[in-house]
């Protein structure tokens, strides 16, 4: 607060930086920023390059009692970097990624991908727009592919949800729309 205090002329901007602090900028910030991918798509891709992630190895470094075996493939241990791209079903699928983008070359470890794709898709182009939402997309379908397939193992109900309704059809409150869309849906949240 002295600083505050000791400013000469006072501007929210100058508050504003003073209390934020500096920090330095990191580079995978405008796969984030410039992205025009889904939030949630934006968010577990945040989570990935973070390595926060809650895979199965990290899972059991924190004492839980899980095995940590990849839920893809149940041969090595699920790190982000299997899960992402040496899985051979995610390896697929980026196989598919990148042929689909003409992109010449193999898959790559994570933090070499991601690399690559700030020195080769700078810039606000079409092609680099197009192959970060692709890249975002990709990462958000396979992190959700592996939860679905933990959820079908423990047997856990995946529940139906439309849109905007999701906090409505978990309420405890009663509500007529929820319910009229779970109707005509026909689906039920199932508890096993």
């Known amino acids: 607060m002295t600083d505050v205090q000791q400013m000469d002329n006072f501007h929210i901007k100058g508050l504003y930086q003073r209390l934020q602090g500096q920090f330095p900028k990191v580079e995978w910030r405008k796969l984030i920023l410039n992205n025009q991918g889904a939030p949630k798509w934006k968010f577990i891709f945040r989570l990935a390059i973070c390595d926060r992630l809650a895979t199965r190895d990290r899972i059991a470094r924190w004492g839980i009692n899980t095995t940590p075996l990849c839920a893809l493939c149940n041969i090595c241990n699920e ?3 299997h899960l992402l791209f040496e899985c051979e079903v995610s390896g697929s699928i980026w196989k598919k990624v990148l042929r689909w983008q003409t992109i010449p070359r193999g898959n790559m470890v994570w933090q070499r991908e991601i690399q690559w794709v700030i020195r080769n898709y700078k810039g606000r182009s079409n092609g680099a727009a197009v192959y970060k939402v ?3 997309a990709t ?4 992190w959700q592919e592996k939860s679905e397939n933990i959820s079908i193992e423990g047997k856990i109900s995946r529940c139906y949800t439309t849109g905007d309704h999701t906090r ?5 409150k009663p509500n007529t729309k929820a319910s009229s869309i ?3 849906v026909g689906l039920l949240p199932i508890i096993v």
């Open 139 to 142: 990462v958000y379908y396979v």
């Open 182 to 184: 779970r109707e005509e």
């Open 79 to 81: 790190t982000v970097e």
């Open 168 to 172: 409505d059809l978990f309420s405890s």
């Open 134 to 136: 692709a890249m975002t």
